[in-house]
C-alpha cells in the first residue's frame, strides 16, 4: 500500500496497490521534491474514465515503470473530481501548450508547482505516433538533470502566460434582447437538423442549452427554439446514449447519432438532464418526456443513492463481461444470441427490431446497444414492457459496473433540484423525499458553523477539501428549488449563507467577476477563473442563476445587483459561443423575465385549493420564477409578508418588477400570468 491508502477518494484508492509511490496532492509532496531535487509527476482522472484505467493497469502497475518512477519522480495522483481547482489550472496549461486536452491528465512540475511538460494517455509502447510513457520518462530525467536552466525557462513563460490570460469580462452589464437573439442565431447555426444536437461526433447532451432555448421560447415565443430543444430531447431519448430497460444517460455519444455511447453515467448529467425532460414536459405535455425524466429520476435513486442519503458521483464504463476481462459497455450491450437465451425466439425477434439489435451488432464484437430506432406505438406495448422488463432483471445478473461513492456537494446540489422538481411535477413525494434527504446530509456533514462547504464526502465522512464556487452556487440552487417545492423557509436560508460567502469571498469587488476558488483557499500557481459550461454549468454563471433567484424571493438589491454584474460576462460571451454559456443564457432570460415572484397563501399546509395553485404556480413556465407556499401570515418567506387571503380563499399573487398582478383564487387564471 502507499500513500493514497487513507484518501477518501474512490479513484484514488483504486491506486493504493500501485508499485508506484504515489503522493496525495500537498505541500508535503513537493517538499520531498525539493529535498531529492526530482520533478513531480502529476497524474490526474476520475474513477470512471476508462482511458484512466487503461493507463494504470499499462503503466503504474508494471513494476518496471513504477520503479523507474520512484527513482527519479515524486509521484502526485488527484482525482479532478475532488479537486476541481488542480485539475483547472493544469488543464488550462495542457490546452494551451498542446491544444487539446483530456483525461488522464499527465503534467510534470517543478517542486514549485511549476508545469514544464504534458500530456494526456500514454501507451506503454510507441503507437500511432505516441511515444511510450516509458520514453517520455526517459526524455523529462534527462531534461532535468543535463538542461535544468532550459526547463526551468519553460516553465517560468507558462506561468507568465498563464497569469496573463484574462477573461474578457465585457462592460459589467447584464445581456438584453439583442444578445439572446444573437445567441439563438449562433446555436441555429450550429444545430444538426437531422440527428439533434449541436456540431458533430463525439456529441455531449447539451442539458444547460436546451434549459436556455426552453427559457427564450417560455418568454418571446420563438417555436424555433423550441423545436431545436423537443428534437434533440427526443433523438437523446431514442438513442443509445440513453439507458432504454434502466434509465439515465451516458455522459456522450462517440457518434453524430447518439448511438454509441461512451458508457460511464454521471450524476450530474443524469441530475441536469432529468431537470431538462421535466422542464420539457411542462411545456410541451410530451409523454415520452415525462418518461424519461421519471425514469431518470428513478435510476438516480435507484443506482446512485448512497446509505447516507446523498448521491454518488458515477457508475464506470467498464465491467466484468463474464470471463474476468473488465471491458467498456459489457453490462449494457446485447448480442442477437444474449436476446433468444433471455426472451426465446418469438420475442427476441420482436426485441431485435424495437431496439435495433442487428447480427453485425451497432458496438463491438456483434453487440449492439440498445436504441428506439422506430417511433413508439408500432408494437404491442404491454409486450414490449415486458421484454423491458425481463431484459431488465436479466442484466441485472450481470457484474455490475463499479460505483464512485464519492458525495460531491455541487452535483448533489443539481439532483437535489431536479428530483424535487419532478416529484412535485409527477406526484411522486417519494422522489421529493430524497431530495430532502440528500440535502438534510449536505447539512449535517458538509456544512460546517460557519456555512463553508466541503466538497466531498464518502462513507459519512467529509473530505479535507474545501468547496470551490460551484459547490456554493449549485447547492444553493438545489436549495432554492426545494424552497420553492416543499414550502420550507429554511432551505432558503441556507442558500442565503451560501451565497453570503459567494459575494466575500468569490467575487471580485471591482470588476464583479467571479473566481473559482475561494480569496482564503490554497493558493497554485493561478487562481481558476473559468465562466464557460463544461460537463456541469461554470460556476460563475450558476453563482449568477442562484444570487437573482434569491434576489427575487427576498427583495436583496445587493444579491440581484451582483448577480447582473456577473451576468457581464454572457454578453461578452453569449453571441460568440452560445452552446459554452448555456446556463448563463438561461440565467440572463430569468433576468429579463423578472424574474417573477410568486406567493402562494392557504389556511395550511393540507388545503387542497392551496395546493392546486401551488402545483400551478410549479407548473408555470415564466423563466427563472420563483415560488414561496405558505399559510397567510407565516413568516416561512419574505414573499408570503402581507398576503392574506382572499374572501376567506387560499390566493396566489404575482409580482415581476416592482409592479404586481391583482390576487387570484383561480388555477387557470394564475397559469396564463406564469404561461403554464
Same mark, same amino acid.
Not at 473530481?81 to 491544444?99: C, F, H, I, L
Not at 483525461?103 to 506503454?124: A, K, R
Not at 406526484?427 to 466541503?454: C, F, K, M, S, T
Not at 434569491?550 to 460576462?569: D, K
Given at each position: ?269 443524469? +441530475? ?5 425532460? *421535466?422542464? #420539457?414536459?411542462? @411545456?410541451? %405535455?410530451? =409523454?415520452? /418526456?415525462?418518461?424519461? !425524466? ?35 459497455? +459489457? ?5 442477437? *444470441?444474449? #436476446?433468444?437465451? @433471455?426472451? %426465446?425466439? =418469438?420475442? /427476441?425477434?420482436?426485441? !431485435? ?42 442484466? *441485472? ?280
Amino acid at each position: 500500500m502507499n500513500r493514497l491508502a487513507g484518501a477518501t477518494s474512490p479513484y484514488l484508492l483504486q491506486h493504493a496497490d500501485n508499485p508506484v509511490d504515489w503522493w496525495p496532492w500537498g505541500p508535503a509532496a513537493f517538499e520531498e521534491a525539493k529535498r531529492r531535487d526530482v520533478p513531480v509527476l502529476l497524474s490526474v482522472g476520475y474513477s470512471a474514465c476508462h482511458w484512466c484505467h487503461v493507463m494504470a493497469h499499462e503503466s503504474f502497475e508494471d513494476r518496471e515503470t513504477a520503479d523507474r518512477l520512484n527513482e527519479h519522480f515524486v509521484s502526485v495522483k488527484v482525482d479532478r473530481e475532488e479537486r476541481p481547482d488542480v485539475d483547472a489550472v493544469y488543464m488550462e496549461a495542457v490546452q494551451a501548450a498542446t491544444g487539446q486536452g483530456g483525461w488522464p491528465m499527465t503534467v510534470f512540475l517543478t517542486p514549485d508547482g511549476e508545469p514544464f511538460y504534458f500530456g494526456t494517455y500514454f501507451p506503454p509502447e510507441p503507437r500511432h505516433g505516441m511515444p511510450s510513457f516509458k520514453q517520455v520518462l526517459e526524455g523529462v530525467r534527462q531534461a532535468w538533470t543535463d538542461r535544468r536552466d532550459e526547463v526551468a525557462e519553460v516553465a517560468g513563460k507558462i506561468v507568465r502566460d498563464l497569469a496573463g490570460r484574462e477573461i474578457s469580462f465585457g462592460d459589467s452589464q447584464a445581456p438584453g434582447e439583442q444578445e439572446l437573439s444573437q445567441a439563438l442565431l449562433g446555436l441555429t447555426r450550429e444545430y444538426d437538423p437531422q440527428r439533434g444536437g449541436f456540431g458533430g461526433a463525439p456529441k455531449f447532451p447539451p442539458s444547460m442549452v436546451i434549459e436556455f432555448l426552453l427559457r427564450h421560447h417560455a418568454r418571446t415565443g420563438a417555436e424555433g427554439a423550441l423545436q431545436m430543444a423537443r428534437d434533440t430531447c427526443d433523438r437523446m431519448a431514442r438513442g443509445g446514449i440513453y439507458d432504454q430497460l434502466g434509465g439515465g444517460f451516458a455522459r456522450y455519444s462517440v457518434d453524430r447519432d447518439w448511438i454509441v455511447p461512451h458508457f460511464e453515467k454521471m450524476l450530474y448529467d443524469n +441530475a441536469l438532464l432529468c431537470r431538462v425532460y *421535466a422542464h #420539457l414536459w411542462r @411545456v410541451t %405535455g410530451s =409523454e415520452p /418526456a415525462r418518461r424519461v !425524466a421519471l425514469e431518470t429520476a428513478d435510476f438516480m435513486v435507484r443506482e446512485l443513492r448512497t446509505e447516507q442519503g446523498g448521491f454518488a458521483s458515477a457508475l464506470d464504463a467498464d465491467s466484468d463481461d463474464g470471463t474476468g476481462r473488465h471491458v467498456e459497455g +459489457a453490462y449494457y450491450a446485447w448480442t442477437p *444470441a444474449q #436476446l433468444r437465451e @433471455v426472451l %426465446g425466439e =418469438e420475442d /427476441a425477434e420482436l426485441a !431485435a427490431r424495437h431496439f435495433g439489435v442487428t447480427e453485425e451488432g451497432t458496438f463491438e464484437h456483434g453487440a449492439s446497444v440498445l436504441q428506439l430506432p422506430q417511433q413508439d406505438g408500432l408494437a404491442d406495448a404491454a409486450r414490449i414492457e415486458s421484454i423491458r422488463s425481463r431484459l431488465f432483471r436479466a442484466r *441485472a445478473e450481470r457484474p455490475a459496473p463499479g460505483r464512485d461513492d464519492k458525495v460531491v456537494a455541487a452535483w448533489n446540489g443539481l439532483a437535489i433540484a431536479a428530483l424535487a422538481e419532478t416529484g412535485a411535477y409527477f406526484d411522486r413525494p417519494d422522489l421529493v423525499e430524497a431530495a430532502v434527504a440528500a440535502a438534510d446530509l449536505l447539512v449535517r456533514l458538509h456544512l460546517d458553523d460557519q456555512a463553508r462547504i466541503a466538497r466531498t464526502s464518502k462513507d459519512g465522512q467529509a473530505g479535507t477539501h474545501a468547496g470551490v464556487l460551484e459547490d456554493y452556487a449549485d447547492v444553493a440552487e438545489g436549495f432554492l428549488a426545494l424552497a420553492s417545492v416543499t414550502g420550507e423557509g429554511v432551505w432558503l436560508e441556507f442558500a442565503g449563507f451560501l451565497l453570503d460567502h459567494v459575494l466575500t469571498r468569490f467575487v471580485d469587488a471591482g470588476s464583479g467577476s467571479l473566481f473559482d476558488t475561494a480569496v482564503d483557499a490554497e493558493r497554485l500557481i493561478r487562481r481558476p477563473q473559468d465562466p464557460t459550461d463544461n460537463a456541469v454549468p461554470s460556476g460563475w454563471t450558476a453563482a449568477a442563476a442562484a444570487l437573482l433567484g434569491y434576489a427575487a424571493h427576498t427583495g436583496s438589491e445587493r444579491h440581484r445587483t451582483a448577480a447582473e454584474r456577473a451576468l457581464g460576462v454572457v454578453k461578452a460571451l453569449g453571441p460568440r459561443v452560445p452552446r459554452f454559456i448555456g446556463w448563463g443564457l438561461a440565467a440572463a432570460e430569468a433576468l429579463l423575465d423578472g424574474p417573477r415572484e410568486v406567493a402562494v397563501v392557504g389556511a395550511g399546509p393540507d388545503d387542497p385549493a392551496a395546493r392546486e395553485l401551488h402545483r400551478t404556480a410549479l407548473l408555470g413556465t415564466a423563466p427563472g420564477a420563483v415560488v414561496a407556499f405558505g399559510a397567510a401570515g407565516g413568516d416561512e418567506f419574505p414573499l408570503l409578508a402581507g398576503r392574506p387571503l382572499v374572501d376567506g380563499r387560499p390566493a396566489a399573487y404575482v409580482c415581476r418588477g416592482f409592479t404586481c398582478d391583482a390576487p387570484t383564487t383561480d388555477p387557470r387564471r394564475l397559469r396564463d400570468a406564469l404561461g403554464g
